[in-house]
């Protein structure tokens, strides 16, 4: 890694260095977490988790040729190096952000209530038609995640997408003062982690906090139909590019016509320029990501055609939309994340499948004092689609069924109150010819049920 010798990574994590002199100015060859996937030269840091401890595994590393460890406790006399902080979790933060400094590789920062993962998938898929890519691979988007991403960087990346998740206030700013993205896009603000934040005003003072450190000479990219977003003016001297259906915006569509699950069609305008766009992953937020990644792709010097050449080669991830075709049933793997959103979304999604539709809805979370009204908001909008039956899981989700059945007295309506229950049950309830979407918040463990109809392994 790149200058990241051992005197370095105990400067930058304020650390205090014991072990041989003669060691300080060798670079380190990783970073890990992980006592599994260590390799020789590497840094070992032992996160306390809740059922681990990675102290309890530093001899057994530094055995295998780890080069170094931090240690939140005193070693003492010790045959190999290590650097004792206060905070292994603050030490990953100082370390990724020195690490970033020295790497000079351009930065999108992504954030947002709804469709941050997605629209960080279009921006990548964007940018790799010009250069070499390295973005947030799975959830890696939190205080321990976006290091971790970070380190995975080597100087022949050109440019790096980092997603960046928060669910309380001062989070986004330890995130980006790590990243201080010369681009900064915020997808929405909605209905998100409201146990801390309390209202979508908390959910955009937080997710806001990403501006205050966009490089001076940086560009700020936001949707302007979100009408607490297309609020911002500027920040630090910087005017916001917006993004939308509004053609009085810099980069917008018109033309939307969806193509049922296979997608949606639009026509991007931007920079004088027109372009026809066949999105090969359905919804109307689709749009809006191809629009974010449009006006990344312009803020890098690509042309349109070019960029939705990159929009047009997106793939599905598991878990987000994920379309999958087994034995004459069609299934909707949405089950990676869930808010009152994107739960409406999907729905509305579900109606152009072919066949009986089928939607299999579990619990939200983090909707703090609201979860409750929130859940019943979306069951009487799943009363008002068209959809010929609904499978509810989880004690919030009793709420969203009673509320579909008021709506549509004649729409079919189970509810179960754990996933347990309802698990031996999914094959009995679903058959060919039928679309099934398969949707809940992740602690919820649907990948089960998606397992249990298609015998794919998550």
Known sequence: MKHMTLQRIAEACRGVYHGPEELLEKEISSITIDSREVEKGALFVPIVGVHADGHSFIEQVMEKGAMVTLSERELGSRPYPYIRVMSCLRAVRYIAEAYLKELKIPVVGVTGSVGKTSTK????????????????????????????????????????????????????????????????????????????????????????????????????????????????????????????????FPVWADHVEGMGLKGIRCRIHAGGQEQDLAIPLPGLHMVYNALAGTAVGLAFGMDLAEICRGIEGLQAMGGRFHILECGGMTVVDDCYNASPVSMKASLEMLQDGSGRRVAILGDMGELGDDEVELHEEVGRFAGRQKIEALYTVGPLCRYLAEAARKENPGLLVEHYAALKDFLPLVSRKTGRGDTVLVKASHFMEFGQIVERLTGKKE
């Open 121 to 248: 998938e279009v921006i990548a898929a964007v940018l790799a038609r010009k250069f070499r890519v390295l973005k947030t691979q799975g959830n890696h988007n939190n205080e321990l995640g976006l290091p971790l991403t970070v380190f995975s960087l080597r100087e022949e990346d050109e440019i790096a997408v980092l997603e960046m998740g928060i669910s309380n206030f001062g989070e986004m700013t330890r995130l980006a003062r790590i990243a201080r993205p010369d681009v900064g896009v915020i997808t929405n603000i909605g209905w998100c982690h409201l146990e801390n934040l309390k209202s979508r005003e908390g959910v955009f003072q937080a997710k806001t906090e990403l501006l205050e450190w966009i490089k001076p000479e940086g560009r700020i990219i936001l949707n302007g139909d979100d009408d607490m977003l297309c609020r911002v003016e500027e920040c630090r001297g910087l005017k916001p590019v917006f993004f939308g259906l509004n053609p009085d």
